[in-house]
Structure formats: structure tokens, C-alpha cells
């Protein structure tokens, strides 16, 4: 909604770095805003951190231009566009997603969730003792 604050409201002075290819037609610049602005705003809001800062580099690995982006303002610069997202409809899937892991899962238990385009069908399936799937390292599972 207006005026939301990330999750954590502490991190007004943390800035988010992240890079990206530079646009050379009008189709990459669509592709980023539809899935890479995406990412950063989801990133950024959930922790709470109010300013991305992205990189823009060539094929070489070299920074042509750099753009600052305003989290809470990201939403509003894809609104109305043909392949914009609704920041809403993302926090609701995640909300849904996080409530149903929440309900289904016990401690001590290890879980792999499964899904797949067009994300109609989200699983989660408990894993056997010694079944490994996680891609954290295992001093942290």
C-alpha cells in the first residue's frame, strides 16, 4: 500500500548494489523491468533497504552508466505497462506461499518446495534424514 515500509524500517541508509547487461533495444529494457526490477524490489522491500543502485556494464564487464532506483518507487515506474507487475499480487503469492510452509512443516524437518511456470502448482514435499537438496551449505541445514 501507500507509504509501506519494507520490512525492516532500520535500513535507511543501506543501498542495494546490483548489475545488469546494457540495454542496446528496447526489448531489453522491457525484459528488465519486467523480471529484473522485479528481483531487486522484492530484495530490497523485504529488507527494508530504500535505495538500488545498478550498474549497467557491457559484454566486456565494463560499467557504462549507473541508474539509482527508489524502492518504493519501482512499482509505480512499470504501472500500466504491457509486462508490468503488481507488487501486491507478489507479496500476496509470497504471503500465501510462506503461510502454507509455515502450516505444513514441522521443526527439525527438512523440505524441499517445488514449482514451476506458470507457478499454478507449488509443492512441498518433507525430504528423508541424510536427503539432500538444499543449496545452503550444511553447517546451515
Given at each position: 500500500g501507500g507509504g509501506r515500509e519494507g520490512a525492516s524500517a532500520g535500513h535507511s541508509q543501506y543501498v542495494e548494489?546490483?548489475?545488469s547487461?546494457?540495454?542496446e533495444?528496447?526489448?531489453q529494457r522491457r525484459s528488465f523491468e519486467k523480471f529484473?526490477?522485479?528481483r531487486f524490489w522484492v530484495q530490497s522491500f523485504l529488507a527494508g533497504v530504500p535505495t538500488i543502485v545498478c550498474g549497467f556494464r557491457n559484454?566486456?564487464?565494463i560499467l557504462e552508466s549507473i541508474e539509482t532506483f527508489k524502492t518504493l518507487e519501482l512499482p509505480r515506474a512499470v504501472r500500466g505497462k504491457r509486462d508490468g507487475w503488481d507488487p501486491n499480487a507478489c507479496l500476496d503469492l509470497t504471503s500465501r506461499v510462506l503461510d502454507a510452509v509455515w502450516e505444513?512443516?514441522?521443526?527439525?524437518?527438512q523440505y524441499a518446495l517445488r514449482?514451476?511456470?506458470p507457478f499454478t502448482d507449488i509443492t512441498l514435499e518433507k525430504l528423508e534424514r541424510g536427503e539432500r537438496e538444499s543449496?545452503?551449505?550444511p553447517e546451515y541445514t
Open positions: 548494489l546490483k548489475t547487461r546494457s540495454f533495444h528496447p526489448g529484473k526490477m522485479l559484454d566486456e564487464g505444513q512443516t514441522t521443526d527439525g524437518g514449482f514451476a511456470a543449496f545452503l551449505p
